[in-house]
């Protein structure tokens, strides 16, 4: 079983809809969660960083974690064409350790 | 300017060359970190450095080498360059006085093994 699991997609949503992203994950010692965007040819890049269980929002983009299903989502309200990209979890435990990351959903919103 | 660069950007190779991709850092980052990202198996952490003295194997070391010629700038070095080694490349860096460890991307070198 990988520690990240994480739909690939690709999710096609209409301009407006309301997006929803998730990642499971096995490892119960994780406490930090990160969401990154790609776009196309770029470098992922920081979207949300949260610590431990709960909700944190920053705009159109909720990032939520329950730790009890180990889960955590994204959702992005009012998507636009311009959130067409790769989402990317990545979780991490305490102290140092490597960052794991999900292989990414791919989003594509159409006008 | 971008904060992390990454050179070349592209690159076409044969195999048994020895190519090396540089990365170079201007966010004033101790920790730096070499990933390659393939389709269906994500990100892979192929070395990290903690600083300059500090140099340490990622998931997927085997066939690569890294150096830390300084704060600002790691290089990964592929010693024999094979065709699976074709992929998207990443340099990442962060800083461990903020705690939160939140890792900044270079744009990518896409390396073709032929």
């Known amino acids: 079983q990988k520690e990240v699991e994480q739909d690939p997609g690709p999710l096609s949503v209409p301009e407006g809809a309301i997006v929803s992203l998730n990642c499971t994950y096995s490892?119960?010692?994780?406490?930090?969660f990160m969401w990154y965007r790609q776009y196309s040819r770029k470098g992922p890049e920081l979207l949300m960083y949260t610590y431990s269980s709960g909700n944190k929002e920053d705009g159109r983009f909720t990032a939520q974690v329950d730790k009890s299903s180990k889960y955590i989502s994204l959702f992005i309200r009012d998507s636009q064409p311009s959130d067409s990209a790769t989402y990317l979890c990545?979780?991490?435990?305490?102290?140092?350790?490597?960052?794991?990351f999900g292989i990414g959903t791919k989003l594509q919103v159409i006008p | 300017d971008a904060d992390v660069t990454q050179t070349p950007r592209n690159r076409i190779t044969k195999t048994g060359k020895r190519i090396m991709l540089e990365c170079s850092q201007t966010k004033g980052h101790d920790r730096m970190y070499w990933y390659r990202q393939d389709p269906g198996l994500g990100l892979r952490l192929i070395y990290y450095?903690?600083?300059?003295?500090?140099?340490n194997k990622g998931e997927i070391s085997d066939g690569y080498s890294v150096s830390r010629q300084a704060q600002a700038k790691f290089s990964l070095s592929l010693e024999s360059a094979i065709p699976n080694q074709t992929a998207l490349y990443f340099c990442a860096t962060s800083d461990s006085r903020t705690g939160e460890e939140t890792q900044y991307f270079g744009p990518g070198t896409r390396l073709l093994v032929l």
């Open positions: 490892n119960s010692a994780f406490q930090y």
């Open positions: 450095s903690f600083d300059v003295k500090d140099i």
């Open positions: 990545a979780l991490r435990t305490g102290g140092y350790q490597k960052v794991t």
